[in-house]
């Protein structure tokens, strides 16, 4: 075991006290008892099971935490959150190291999906509602999978499930101020 | 009676199916569902993963506006509206302080603020309840007798604790709802697993195997095709089944209860599915 020096540690017990903060989880008290693996359906394609995860937050180690691809992979399904015996909702941890990633400007290894939240925001953004063929069209074009689900797509819409034109509710300013409002408070 | 009803951006586009049939369902009640003025999106799954004020925000603004209305009692048929909807009221109720913030951000902008009165459910919960089950078994005209499904209720209706209307872990309301119009439910061990509906654009590959999976296993109950009570439960079963042969049908669980009641727009609402359940429904004499 290698022994940090003091400015190392404070680097470390700092970020892990910062995720612990943002996140209202008691990350401290997490023991290692992987019931939260057990129950994690996406536990199979992560890089670090969500219990190293904890661990990783607990010693600081931020690097590690914030290029890994288990946050990214977490569909807030809350199977950990449910049997957690220390009562830790492991998927709000993973959405504050999604918001840290990103305010941070680290590569993210699965940058698809950020760019699919992104979109879908910014519909909300500028309609109140999720406009779904913009939002599908925004998320093709910035992504380059023009083709993907182009016959899905094509059934969706012979079936009236996806309208070509979007709904925009009344008082969008109010949208835009609370997304305003949102971004002032990630700076 | 009337109740106030928040469809969210789903039931309005990819599950209008469930939408028209879950009107129907409380139309027979008796129940009119009055739509939300100017409601907003929830914000789902990209709302929370990356921004937690948001996560409060935008169910927030709905809440205000439902706690101007004369009924307060809010129904939402999404499960992943109902989820962080319900999650926005159950921190303003319990006062935690960026609740409280987002509570005075929204008094600035609506010029209105939420005190935490509305009571949030979903339709499960109220057809649950006894002044609904009593007058359920009247209401069935046409028995779905043959049908046999395994129930899914997926994550976000019973995790976690607090939006819970049901056990977490063995939930069993639509169970019961099913077996009344004459459904025969299988038992499975998949109720409550997760159908990875929030990756479906963007990780479609490791969605596709999760899918894979549970209409494997729902065959191995011996199902012929599943009940959901969630539009994005129900889209992503529906539309993910690519690695399988003979693909099983995936009901909202209105429909099952509208079809029993012999509503004449089920036809309807079948013409809106990827998987065809009408060869199931004639083949047992039930469309």
Not at chain 1, 109 to 122: C, G, H, N, Q, V
Request: glycine share 6%; net charge positive.
């Amino acid at each position: 075991m290698s022994i940090t020096n003091n400015q190392d540690s404070a680097q470390h017990a700092s970020f892990g006290q910062k995720i612990q903060e943002k996140s209202h989880q008691n990350i401290l008290s997490c023991y290692q008892c992987m019931k939260c693996a057990g129950g994690c359906p996406m536990n199979h394609a992560m890089e670090h099971c969500n219990y190293e995860i904890l661990r990783m937050v607990q010693m600081g180690e931020a690097d590690t935490v914030l290029r890994s691809n288990t946050p990214w992979l977490c569909l807030s399904c809350k199977t950990c959150a449910t049997r957690c015996p220390n009562g830790i909702d492991t998927s709000k941890v993973m959405d504050t190291l999604k918001a840290e990633a990103v305010a941070a400007g680290i590569p993210l290894s699965e940058k698809r999906t950020a760019i699919f939240y992104d979109s879908f925001l910014k519909m909300v953004g500028w309609f109140g509602r999720l406009y779904d063929f913009g939002m599908v069209g925004m998320y093709k074009t910035r992504t380059g999978a023009f083709f993907a689900d182009m016959d899905l797509g094509k059934e969706m819409m012979k079936r009236g499930k996806m309208p070509f034109l979007p709904h925009r509710i009344q008082r969008v300013d109010e949208m835009k101020k609370i997304m305003r409002r949102a971004k002032e408070k990630r700076q | 009676m009337k109740l106030s009803y928040y469809p969210g951006c789903s039931l309005h586009s990819t599950a209008v199916e469930y939408n028209d049939s879950t009107e129907a369902v409380f139309k027979a009640f008796d129940v009119d569902l009055v739509e939300l003025p100017d409601w907003n999106c929830c914000g789902a799954t990209a709302g929370h993963s990356t921004d937690r004020y948001l996560a409060l925000a935008l169910p927030l603004r709905n809440l205000v506006i439902a706690e101007a209305e004369k009924e307060k009692e809010l129904v939402l048929p999404c499960a992943a509206c109902y989820n962080l909807i319900k999650a926005a009221d159950h921190y303003v109720r319990e006062g935690t302080p960026e609740a409280m913030e987002a509570v005075r951000d929204m008094k600035e902008i609506t010029g209105k603020t939420y005190s935490g009165s509305v009571h949030v459910s979903h339709p499960l919960e109220v057809l649950s309840r006894p002044e609904y089950a009593a007058k359920l078994p009247g209401k069935v005209v046409k028995p779905l007798k043959g049908l046999k499904i395994v129930p899914y209720y997926g994550c976000l209706l019973t995790r976690p604790g607090y939006v819970a209307f049901d056990n977490t872990e063995q939930p069993h309301i639509m169970d019961d709802l099913m077996k009344t119009v004459g459904v025969e439910v299988r038992p499975w061990s998949y109720k409550t697993d997760c159908c990875g509906g929030g990756l479906t654009l963007s990780r479609t590959d490791l969605v596709v195997d999760i899918i894979t999976k549970l209409i494997q296993e729902a065959k191995h109950a011996g199902a012929d095709a599943l009940v959901t009570a969630c539009p994005l439960c129900q889209i992503t079963l529906d539309t993910r089944q690519n690695k399988i042969q003979d693909k099983l049908p995936v009901f909202h669980f209105t429909e099952l209860m509208g079809i029993s009641f012999g509503h004449k727009g089920a036809g309807e609402w079948m013409k809106k599915h990827i998987v065809d359940p009408v060869p199931l429904l004639k083949g047992l004499h039930l469309l």
